[in-house]
């Protein structure tokens, strides 16, 4: 079955970094566009990164973009997403989600459990 395991979460000031990671299993892992998606205390949940399968392109929301960055080793079956200069409203559940098909954004079906990311002083 398909499985995905968010890990990296904690508490960081502003201005700090954090890299998470996601480790999934029971599916061809490099295949299949992953994604990022959080969700602030309170509030809906928010596309944040994707990373397109077979070798494809990355999608940042614009929030994050020359801050964030997404990567994926599919030989360890593990996306990452390197986040530096946090900022208090990047406090969120962070989701690892994987994508129908290879394509960014084309659609989700199965997500990890989170990892909570608190950014303050």
């Known amino acids: 079955q398909v499985q995905l395991v968010e890990s990296g979460g904690g508490l960081v000031q502003p201005g700090g970094s954090l890299r998470l990671s996601c480790a999934g299993s029971?599916?061809?892992?490099?295949?299949?566009?992953l994604n990022w998606v959080r969700q602030a205390p309170g509030k809906g949940l928010e596309w944040v990164s994707s990373s397109g399968g077979n070798g494809g392109s990355t999608l940042y929301v614009g929030s994050v973009k020359g801050r964030f960055t997404i990567s994926r080793d599919n030989a360890k079956n593990t996306l990452y997403l390197q986040m530096n200069s946090l900022k208090p409203e990047d406090t969120a559940e962070y989701y690892c989600?994987?994508?129908?098909?290879?394509?960014?954004?084309?659609?989700?079906?199965?997500w990890g459990k989170g990892t909570l990311v608190t950014v303050s002083s």
């Open positions: 989600v994987k994508g129908t098909s290879p394509i960014n954004l084309y659609g989700m079906d199965y």
């Open positions: 029971g599916f061809t892992f490099s295949y299949y566009a």
